[in-house]
């Protein structure tokens, strides 16, 4: 069971499960980091573009997953990478999603 739907779970089956929680890994990852991820995860490089920031952008994200592990003890299992593998290779299999890649080209 993926992370999120462990956490679904622990939520539903907890009496303070009741709320709004960040679910992630728990770990600090730049905007850069994140999209070579993306790119080991996909098998390709696709490059990235660079403009100058604007205000609100993200320079890291960390997704603060106290409140979820106090409310109903979650922790996650599956790291970053591993997570983007798991979802990349489920892609690759999804009917709807290679249709959209058919008719893209």
């Known amino acids: 069971m993926t992370d999120v739907a462990a956490a679904n779970v622990q939520a539903a089956l907890s009496a303070d499960g009741r709320g709004v929680f960040n679910i992630g890994s728990g770990t600090r990852i730049t905007i850069n980091a994140l999209a070579r991820l993306i790119q080991d995860a996909a098998g390709r ?3 990235v573009q660079y403009t100058p920031p604007r ?6 994200s960390l997704a603060d997953i106290r409140a979820a592990r106090a409310a109903f003890g979650f922790v996650p299992r ?3 990478a591993e997570g983007l ?8 299999q999804d009917p709807v999603t290679i249709r959209q890649l058919e008719q893209s080209q």
């Open 45 to 47: 490089e696709v490059g």
């Open 85 to 92: 593998a798991e979802y990349m290779a489920w892609m690759r």
């Open 78 to 80: 599956m790291g970053m």
């Open 55 to 60: 205000k609100g952008d993200v320079r890291d």
